[in-house]
């Protein structure tokens, strides 16, 4: 019954994220919805692959579009590190847990962004490019999501940069609801406990008789007279 009535009382995961979007600010919130579409842009098309292959019959061309799961490699790794990353913090900022990052939430999130946006603008010019393979030809190059990433990283930096500004202060330990502040009572001393023979009533002492020895005049008060013998006449 216990487990039960236990697990009754905890929220479930989206009532757990219902909670918590409340519980942020507008910009946080901007920024949520940034990390959120940066994510999302990766099951769009970021690359083209046309490939010209020349035969008896003819030359042959056939083209194919990859999303950022279809050619991942460590930039898109890094973009999905940041996305998820932002994420989870602001879930915990929104459940109200206590912990401090180096330079603030807006700062971290802020350089996260930045970095997207170096690493997206690294991979437009080196997925551009061709090589040759056997009698064809296979030319790479960049699609319209790849834009839109781009997009999402420059807002995300954008976010940042607002939540600095707010300056909005990081939960206290005492509102973190995972930990448990107990102050340190002080232990009163105990009283000395009497033994069960303490408790007992004793009589009182009686005090000493003295001892003295037979005075005189305690002798006079013993004396008697023995009677007369009629021949001592």
């Given amino acids: 019954m216990e487990a039960?009535?236990?697990?009754?009382?905890?929220?479930?995961?989206?009532?757990r994220v219902f909670r918590s979007w409340r519980a942020l600010g507008r910009e946080q919130r901007?920024?949520?919805?940034?990390?959120?579409?940066l994510w999302i842009t990766m099951f769009l098309p970021w690359y083209s692959e046309n490939g010209l292959a020349v035969s008896k019959?003819?030359?042959?061309?056939?083209?194919?579009?990859?999303?950022?799961?279809?050619?991942?490699?460590?930039?898109?790794?890094?973009?999905?590190?940041?996305?998820l990353g932002v994420l989870a913090l602001l879930f915990a900022r929104g459940e109200r847990r206590a912990?401090?990052?180096?330079?603030?939430?807006?700062?971290?999130?802020m350089a996260a962004g930045g970095w997207v946006v170096l690493l997206v603008i690294y991979r437009m010019f080196d997925k551009n490019g061709?090589?040759?393979?056997?009698?064809?030809?296979?030319?790479?190059?960049?699609?319209?999501?790849?834009?839109?990433?781009?997009?999402?990283?420059?807002?995300?930096?954008?976010?940042?940069?607002?939540?600095?500004?707010?300056?909005?202060?990081?939960?206290?330990?005492?509102d973190d609801p995972t930990v448990h502040l107990r102050r340190p009572t002080r232990e009163r001393p105990h009283a000395p406990?009497?033994?069960?023979?303490e408790h007992r009533s004793e009589p009182p002492?009686?005090?000493p008789r003295e001892h003295r020895g037979v005075t005189r005049e305690d002798a006079e008060q013993l004396s008697f007279e023995l009677p007369r013998d009629p021949d001592d006449r």
């Fill in 57 to 83: 019959t003819g030359v042959h061309t056939a083209g194919v579009s990859l999303t950022a799961w279809g050619s991942f490699s460590a930039v898109e790794a890094a973009v999905l590190l940041v996305s």
């Fill in 4 to 15: 039960r009535e236990a697990a009754r009382a905890t929220p479930g995961p989206m009532i």
């Fill in 30 to 37: 901007l920024t949520a919805i940034a990390a959120l579409g």
């Fill in 205 to 207: 002492a009686q005090a």
């Fill in 130 to 174: 061709s090589k040759v393979v056997g009698n064809g030809a296979i030319t790479t190059g960049i699609d319209w999501g790849i834009f839109m990433a781009l997009f999402a990283a420059a807002w995300l930096t954008y976010t940042g940069v607002a939540m600095r500004r707010a300056h909005r202060s990081e939960p206290k330990l005492a």
């Fill in 99 to 109: 912990f401090h990052l180096p330079g603030g939430d807006g700062a971290v999130i």
């Fill in 193 to 197: 406990v009497a033994s069960p023979r």
